[in-house]
Nanobody, 131 residues
Framework: QVQLVESGGGLVQAGDSLRLSCAAS?????????????MGWFRQAPGKEREFVAF????????YYADSVKGRFTISRDNAKNTVYLQMNSLKPEDTASYYC???????????????????WGQGTQVTVSS
């Protein structure tokens, strides 16, 4: 009852921008929907562990970023469209990775940065930044 589909990845040059989207279909066993879901973006480069990128809580009132993307990436959500976005500006070659969105059904005000905090994941979208 939970599906996450990422899109918007691609091949760009250093300094370019991309906007990733994560379309969510959320019908939790509890009956809760996307508007009660905390969302996270993670990324994984070849040979590396998955790492946290950005978090937004159910209302959009709590946002948190990894230090490596702070000031360059912006997470946002549109609950009417069941979609969360990741605007990525000033991209660097080290941003090259598969990007995943994930969701945790919660009204908590806590910030979730660990992959183990999330129950559902999308399939990912590839972002490649050339120098």
């Amino acid at each position: 009852q939970v599906q996450l589909v990422e899109s918007g990845g691609g091949l760009v040059q250093a300094g370019d921008s991309l906007r990733l989207s994560c379309a969510a279909s959320v019908r939790a066993p509890s009956g809760r929907t996307f508007s009660s879901a905390a969302m996270g973006w993670f990324r994984q480069a070849p040979g590396k562990e998955r790492e946290f990128v950005a978090f937004i809580n159910w209302s959009g009132g709590s946002i948190y970023y990894a230090d490596s993307v702070k000031g360059r990436f912006t997470i946002s959500r549109d609950n009417a469209k069941n979609t969360v976005y990741l605007q990525m500006n000033s991209l660097k070659p080290e941003d090259t990775a598969s990007y995943y969105c994930a969701t945790k059904i919660t009204y908590s005000s806590a910030i979730y940065t660990l992959s183990g905090d999330y129950s559902y994941w999308g399939q990912g979208t590839q972002v490649t930044v050339s120098s």
